[in-house]
C-alpha cells in the first residue's frame, strides 16, 4: 500500500498528533485546515506544506484526496464533520467524545455502518503504559470478580470555558460529565463491559458564571454495567485543583488496584494470596522503554501507540481497537447521567441501539 494521505482539522490538537504521523513510515501529512490562518500558516511551514494544501473550509479540505482525516475540533463539529468524511469513505480517527447529543451519535452510527472506511475514537487515556498492565491483572484473574470500579477527573479549564476576556466558549455547552470517556474508557476496557443504567447528580454553579451547563462545579454519576458491576465518576472543568487529577480504582473478590490520592503516577494493590498487604508501586503513564519520537505526540506515548494502532487497523483492515461501539459506549452513558442530574437524580436506560438492544 502507499502511504496513507493524512489530513488533520483543528490544529490546536492536531499538530501533536502530526509529530506522531510524520514519523510513521507508512503515512504523510497533505492537508490542515483550521479557521486560524495564523495557525494553518506557522504549521504548514512546520510539516513543509504548501499554501495550497492548507485550507479554512473543511468542505474544500477533505476533497482535497485524503485517506485520513484527524479531527482535533470542538464537540459540537464532530457530528457533521465526521458523516461528511465517512460518507466519502475517508477513515476518521476523531477526538472525544463521539458526538454531544444522542441524535447526533445516532447518526455518525449510521453513517458509520453505510461507509467503507473506518471510525475509530481517539480515547488517549485507554494507551496509558499502566491501563495495559492493570488488563493484564484482570484477564489473569488477579482481581478476583470485579464488582466495584471509579475514575474521577478534575482538572480546572475555567479559561476554556470563559476566555480572559470573558468570552462564552463552546465548552459553556458541555456539562462535566459529557466529558467522561478519559474515565469511563479504561474502565470498560479492563471490564469488557458496558453501561446499561445510570444517574447524576450536580446542579450547582458557584465558581464561575452561570454560562450554561459547562459551568457546573462537579458532577458525579453512578453507572450500571451489563455485568452488574458498580461504576462511580467524578467530573469537574471549573472546581479549583492543582495538579489537575486522574484517578481509577477497581475492586473485585480477591482484591483492589487503585491510583494513589495525590497523583496517578503512583499506585497501590492488594491481591488475596499473592500479597502479604499493601503494595505500593510506581504506575507509569508513559512505556518506560519509549524513545524521544515516541513520546513526540505528547501525553508521554499515548498518542503513539493511539495513531499507529489505527494505522495498523486501516492497513491491515481490522476492526479499530476502539471502534464505533466502544467509542458509544464511552460517550452515551455520560449524556445520559447528566440528563438524570437534571430530572432529580433518577435512573435512566442508557439507548444501546448500536449493539441492537
Not at 490544529?11 to 504521523?21: D, E, K, L, M, N
Not at 505526540?297 to 461501539?325: M, Q
Request: hydrophobic fraction near 35%; proline fraction near 3%.
Amino acid at each position: 500500500m502507499d502511504k496513507l494521505r493524512v489530513g488533520m482539522v483543528g490544529i490546536g490538537r492536531g499538530t501533536a498528533y502530526g509529530r506522531v504521523i510524520t514519523n510513521n513510515p507508512h503515512t504523510e501529512i497533505t492537508a490542515l485546515c483550521d479557521f486560524d490562518t495564523e495557525k494553518l500558516a506557522a504549521n504548514a511551514e512546520f510539516f513543509g506544506l504548501k499554501d495550497t494544501q492548507c485550507f479554512t473550509n473543511y468542505d474544500d479540505f477533505i476533497n482535497s484526496g485524503l485517506d485520513l482525516v484527524i479531527l482535533g475540533t470542538p464537540i459540537p463539529y464532530h457530528e457533521e464533520q465526521v458523516i461528511k468524511a465517512l460518507d466519502m469513505n475517508i477513515n476518521v480517527l476523531c477526538e472525544v467524545t463521539a458526538a454531544d447529543s444522542v441524535k447526533g451519535c445516532e447518526n455518525i452510527y449510521e453513517a458509520v455502518k453505510r461507509s467503507k472506511a473506518k471510525y475509530m475514537l481517539a480515547e488517549n487515556c485507554n494507551y496509558m503504559h499502566f491501563v495495559l498492565e492493570w488488563k493484564d491483572y484482570v484477564d489473569k484473574g488477579y482481581l478476583g470478580h470485579i464488582h466495584y470500579a471509579e475514575g474521577e477527573y478534575v482538572h480546572e479549564i475555567r479559561d476554556r470555558v470563559i476566555d480572559k476576556t470573558g468570552k462564552e466558549l463552546w465548552r459553556t455547552k458541555r456539562a462535566p460529565l459529557h466529558y467522561c470517556s478519559h474515565s469511563l474508557g479504561p474502565i470498560l476496557y479492563w471490564l469488557d463491559d458496558y453501561v446499561v443504567k445510570a444517574t447524576g447528580s450536580g446542579k450547582s454553579i458557584n465558581i464561575i458564571e452561570p454560562v450554561g451547563v459547562g459551568a457546573i462545579d462537579m458532577q458525579c454519576a453512578l453507572f450500571e454495567t451489563a455485568k452488574g458491576v458498580t461504576i462511580r465518576l467524578l467530573r469537574s472543568s471549573v472546581s479549583p485543583r492543582n495538579p489537575a487529577w486522574c484517578g481509577y480504582a477497581m475492586y473485585g473478590s480477591k482484591g483492589y488496584i487503585e491510583t494513589d490520592n495525590y497523583t496517578s503516577d503512583r499506585a497501590r494493590r492488594y491481591f488475596e494470596g499473592m500479597d502479604s498487604g499493601c503494595v505500593n508501586f510506581t504506575n507509569y503513564a508513559s512505556d518506560p522503554t519509549a524513545s524521544a519520537a515516541m513520546e513526540a505526540g505528547g501525553h508521554g506515548t499515548c498518542e503513539y501507540y493511539l495513531i499507529n494502532t489505527f494505522i495498523d487497523d486501516i492497513r491491515y483492515d481490522r476492526k479499530p481497537a476502539i471502534d464505533i461501539v466502544k467509542a458509544l459506549d464511552m460517550t452515551l452513558p455520560g449524556l445520559i447521567a447528566h440528563e438524570a442530574a437534571m430530572k432529580g437524580n433518577v435512573w435512566l436506560d442508557v439507548p444501546l441501539f448500536y449493539r441492537g438492544l
